[in-house]
């Protein structure tokens, strides 16, 4: 098995391409071992490795965000945690347990709801698929009064050019689609 490495824009953040889909129920996002240890025995694997603070899947990719310890010492017991998971045969996730419930949290006012759904093809026809190759994921959580909310996970999330991503680039396609939209904030 050959698994490739990329940088993303988060550089306490590095994304593992094993070459396999990794999770086809569309991402999940661990911030602790105690998170993953119920849901996701590769994630809780991973949390093994010292210095590992984040897991995110996404269908074809892992994304691991480590504490100040150095990539040099941290990504070939990443690899080998990965290779050995999949060579396993174990599943990736023991349920659904850790994927995202796209409506899960959302809230708006059902007068916006064209609004709401304009946003969500943006966001899934040109936002998520951008920000996927850089090894994170955005999804929809509201709108209200001209503000829309939005969850930034995997890379993204604690990723120092997120705010550029969502003020500069985000906001201004929807502002640009979408004239009733003010402003994006992250959640």
């Known amino acids: 098995m050959f698994i490739q490495t990329e940088a993303t824009p988060n ?17 999940a996002d661990f911030r602790d071992p105690d998170s993953a240890a119920e849901a996701s025995p590769l994630a809780a694997r991973l949390f ?3 210095g590992v603070t984040g897991v995110f899947f996404g269908y074809d990719f892992i994304t691991v965000t480590k504490d100040d310890a150095d990539w040099q010492h941290l990504k070939p017991a990443i690899l080998g945690a990965i290779m050995e998971h ?26 916006d709801e064209s609004i709401v759904a304009t946003i969500k093809e943006l966001l ?19 709108y209200k009064e001209g503000r829309v909310f939005l969850h930034m996970k995997g890379a ?10 969502l003020k500069h680039g985000i906001q201004n396609l929807l502002r640009h689609f979408i004239p009733e939209v003010q402003e994006v904030e992250a959640v």
């Open 48 to 50: 093994t490795v010292h």
């Open 11 to 27: 550089p306490a953040t590095l994304k593992f391409l094993p070459g396999k889909v990794v999770y086809e129920g569309g991402s």
């Open 124 to 142: 899934e026809t040109r936002v998520r698929p951008a920000v996927a190759q850089d090894g994170g994921d955005i999804t929809f959580k509201g």
């Open 156 to 165: 993204c999330a604690g990723c120092p050019s997120s705010t550029a991503t």
């Open 86 to 111: 999949f060579m396993s045969g174990q599943p990736v996730m023991n349920s659904e347990a850790g994927s995202d419930l796209e409506d899960e949290g959302e809230f708006y006012d059902e007068a």
